[in-house]
T-cell receptor
């Protein structure tokens, strides 16, 4: 059964720091991995999608990498800003679990203080 | 671009009542999904539809039903609500399994 873990559960950093959020999954047989952002009381906003054949994706200050063989993905946020404060979720589409289902991690709650 | 619209945004419902959560997307995506989000349990798939006219069960389908009469709409019905169905419900869509999934803003449902 595919399981997704995100470490750390919470992170507090001063503005301007570069930071890394980690996501690991137990079954490397995935279609893709997607990173989301969720603000309190809001829906999920898609940040980046990495296909299983890709190694990384970039969007602005965000860079996501994927090492499928080791079951790991990282989300790198450069020059963090207070507006980056949110919960970040990773999710995988697992071949064994069926492509219909995104399997989510519990998220990393990020606070960037001025 | 509206994306995915869910209604209502929040609702307090008496146990035993029937309730339909509405979801409409304007992206012409083939696949649509319903998730519930609960503290400590994360996001779990309730039902999905790969294309209009077809539906399937997710991880936690009991007590819920869905229909997919057309591409744009994917309503979720609670036939007889129970307090354990208190949750935040998210509708999502994607063009297919290898494409990006997009989520609505959610419906906060409280069953009392």
């Amino acid at each position: 059964k595919q399981e997704v873990t995100q470490i750390p559960a919470a992170l507090s950093v001063p503005e301007g720091e570069n930071l890394v959020l980690n996501c690991s999954f137990t079954d490397s047989a995935i279609y893709n991995l997607q990173w989301f952002r969720q603000d309190p009381g809001k829906g999920l906003t898609s940040l980046l999608l990495i296909q299983s054949s890709q190694r990384e994706q970039t969007s602005g200050r965000l860079n996501a990498s994927l090492d499928k063989s080791s079951g790991r993905s990282t989300l790198y946020i450069a020059a963090s800003q207070p507006g980056d404060s949110a919960t970040y979720l990773c999710a995988v589409r697992s071949i064994s679990g069926g492509y219909n289902k995104l399997i989510f991690g519990a998220g990393t709650r990020l606070a960037v203080h001025p | 671009i509206a994306g995915i619209t869910q209604a209502p945004t929040s609702q307090i419902l008496a146990a035993g009542r029937r309730m339909t959560l509405r979801c409409t997307q304007d992206m012409r995506h083939n696949a649509m999904y319903w998730y519930r989000q609960d503290l400590g349990l994360g996001l779990r798939l309730i039902h999905y539809s790969n294309t209009a006219g077809t539906t399937g069960k997710g991880e936690v389908p009991d007590g819920y039903s869905v229909s997919r009469a057309n591409t744009d709409d994917f309503p979720l019905t609670l036939a007889s609500a129970v307090p354990s169905q208190t949750s935040v419900y998210f509708c999502a869509s994607s063009d297919g399994p290898l494409t990006e999934a997009f989520f609505g803003q959610g419906t906060r449902l409280t069953v009392v």
